[in-house]
């Protein structure tokens, strides 16, 4: 059930049902320590893989630009531990704060845990419920959560909280192009805690993008087709991102 819902949210469901699973279509994204518009030459640029960022004994924020991927990462990161490709085994618990009003505790977490679960016909009672936080049984993917002073000190303070702290976060986080030039001055962010590691989405460069649309066309594509495409994008002047290419194949498609 929960593979079925990480599927639905996947925008080629429109065109292409027969490959619309994650596994089939999913690119891994251009994941470094540094944002793509404030690279700093003083410190080493990381790239960061998937299976990298779930070992990591670490809370991590993923940021990028709007449609760069950041909930298909996530759903894509979800899959990998119901398909039983993580060393630690655990339950994802996909949340979307866009989608509630609730600040962020240990409280709300529980209580959206509970509501997610129960989706998928899972109704746990609290004793177990509690059990499986105490003992880190599961990894949180929280999308849109918002640079904000109180979910700064929320993020940080997890490894506090006897309820979280053995379980696993990744959070995504909207990098905003004219904060990242400001570079923040006199604002608190999320690189201020040794115990979260901020990380970047980049956009999709040509090999990546070659890479998608051999996917899409189930490499039924000419190379010289690919070329023209990729030249058209480029002249559009928009973020190189899985969103934006998946628009373009629909549109050459039809």
Known sequence: KLKNFINKELLINIAKPDISSIEKIFIEPNIYNQSEFTQNESEEKETFNIQKLINLDKIIVIKG????????????????????KTKRKRVP???????????????????????????????????????????????FLIDNIQETEFNISFIENILNLNKLKNNKFIFTNNEDIYDSIDEKINK?????????????????????????????????????????????????????????YTLIALIYEN
């Open 93 to 139: 618990i996909i949340l979307n704060k866009a989608n509630f009003t609730d600040e962020l505790s240990d409280i709300v977490i529980f209580s959206k845990t509970q509501e997610f679960l129960r989706k998928f016909g899972i109704q746990l009672s609290i004793k177990i419920l509690e059990k499986m936080f105490e003992d880190g049984d599961f990894i």
């Open 188 to 244: 608190k962010n999320f690189k201020s805690s040794s115990n979260i590691l901020e990380v970047f989405i980049h956009n999709l460069k040509r090999a990546k993008a070659r890479e998608f649309f051999y996917l899409y066309f189930n490499n039924q594509f000419e190379n010289e087709e690919f070329e023209n495409i990729f030249k058209f994008i480029s002249k559009l002047n928009i973020p190189l991102t899985i969103f934006n």
């Open 65 to 84: 630009l709007e449609s760069s991927g950041k909930s298909t990462l996530l759903n894509f990161i979800a899959n990998e531990y119901i398909s039983y």
